[in-house]
């Protein structure tokens, strides 16, 4: 009887030793209803009372110190891109700091218990940090550090056209532009080192100097590298624009760059954003694509800036076909030909059609002479390539723009 009574009691203090590794001290006593066990740290003392044959009877816990309060540190951190950043925490004299593992656990961080804690970050993260005093640990703060994508310096074009290393020559007024800001991010603009009031993406300069440009947000605490541009003004004549509008009604207005050079560069602009691949000799905007537009050209001498103009020539609606009137390309898509199909519309007239490409350019065009109420035109489209276009149609003073595709 003693034998197990003595196996028992070995094993359960075991047991209970197992149970309170990383305590300060374990007190093990026995009364009269069996053993009694104590957790003693200096926060606080817990005791767990076990009958004469093992089983726990009750727990106490009892204070013995009160816990600090969690130190001062910051909510949140940022920074640009992968690296370093520095933690501060206030309010103690000896600190503990916990990180996640790569299991997301949270460990204890070895050899940290100053104020100051240092260490390296790709992704957005967070560290807990507390304070000991007399050996009572405060509860954790949390400060959570966002890694934001690192900013590369902004790509500069004046008047569309990349800068060069050297100086850049300008005739006229001239569109200088960046590439577009993050969301949450805006454009610092400098001219000789001081700070212009333009946060945008582009900027209208008319004189000769230092320009520069970088990308940052709010507060500073994340910013690109600077793009600077030498810029000189000199004297020249731009090419000029000419536009025509419709003469019934305005459904396309038609610019035209005038003198015309082919040896030169040109660059289509609509509120000083760069039209993709509109670099042609004219250029069409219907009228559902109202805005202020210019085109910019590069010669051997200098970049210069156009005149600019509204359009569509003050026209804010056009008139569109009769309800019940039909009118249907097929088949749509197309490989060698379509067929322009009107039917229900009794005015007759000539019929004027026009392709234009994604960037606004004119394909090809027609007419045909409507003597019916219903008519059928077959529009070669072989040698188009293959893609989207804009199907044009203006009839009898009415308009319509239709969706073909090219296969």
């Known amino acids: 009887m003693k034998l197990h009574l003595y196996l028992f009691l070995s094993m359960l203090l075991y047991i209970c030793n197992a149970q309170a590794q990383g305590t300060d001290f374990i007190k093990h006593e026995y009364n009269t209803r069996g053993m009694l066990t104590k957790t003693i740290t200096s926060c606080s003392e817990t005791v767990y009372v076990y009958d004469g044959i093992g089983n726990l009877l009750s727990i106490t816990s009892t204070p013995s110190a009160t816990a600090p309060p969690p130190p001062v540190a910051p909510d949140m951190l940022t920074r640009c891109g992968a690296g370093s950043i520095t933690i501060i ?9 916990y990180k996640p593992n790569a299991s997301n656990n949270i460990v204890v961080v070895p050899n940290q218990s100053g104020a100051t804690y240092t260490t390296i970050v790709s992704n957005t993260t967070f560290v807990y940090v507390t304070q000991i005093q007399n050996g009572c640990e405060s509860p954790r703060k949390r400060v959570d550090i966002v890694v934001q994508d690192g900013l590369t310096a902004p790509t500069l074009k004046l008047g569309g056209f990349p800068v060069t290393t050297g100086t850049n020559k300008i005739c006229t007024n001239t569109i200088l532009s960046a590439s577009d800001a993050p969301a949450g991010y805006t454009h610092e603009w400098k001219k000789d080192g001081v700070l212009l009031t333009q946060t945008t993406p582009a900027i209208t300069i008319s004189a000769s100097g230092t320009y520069s440009v970088r990308i940052r947000n709010a507060d500073n605490s994340c910013v690109s590298p600077i793009s600077p541009v030498i810029i000189q003004q000199i004297s020249n004549t731009p090419a000029q624009m000419q536009h025509t509008c419709n003469p019934s009604n305005v ?23 760069a039209i993709p691949n509109a670099i042609q000799e004219s250029y069409f905007v219907p009228l559902n694509a109202p805005g202020r537009y210019y085109f910019t050209e590069k010669t ?19 008139q569109t076909f009769p309800a019940g009137t039909e009118i ?19 005015k007759q007239g000539t019929l004027k059609w026009i392709i234009f490409n994604t960037q606004g350019a004119e394909i090809k065009q027609g007419t045909y002479e409507k003597v019916s109420d219903d008519i059928n035109v077959m529009i070669d489209t072989e040698q188009l390539s293959n893609g989207t276009y804009s199907f044009y149609i203006e009839l009898g003073g009415y308009y319509k723009t239709l969706r073909l595709v090219k296969q």
């Open 89 to 97: 925490a206030s309010g103690g004299s000896v600190y503990r700091w």
């Open 328 to 346: 249907t390309l097929q088949p749509n898509p197309s490989t060698t030909s379509v067929i322009l199909s009107i039917k229900n519309f009794p």
């Open 251 to 273: 459904a396309l207005v038609k610019f035209t760059i005038f003198p015309y050079n082919v040896t030169n560069q040109y660059q289509w602009f609509k509120n000083d954003v």
């Open 300 to 318: 051997a001498t200098c970049i210069s800036k156009s005149s600019e103009f509204l359009a569509p020539c003050g026209v804010t609606s056009v």
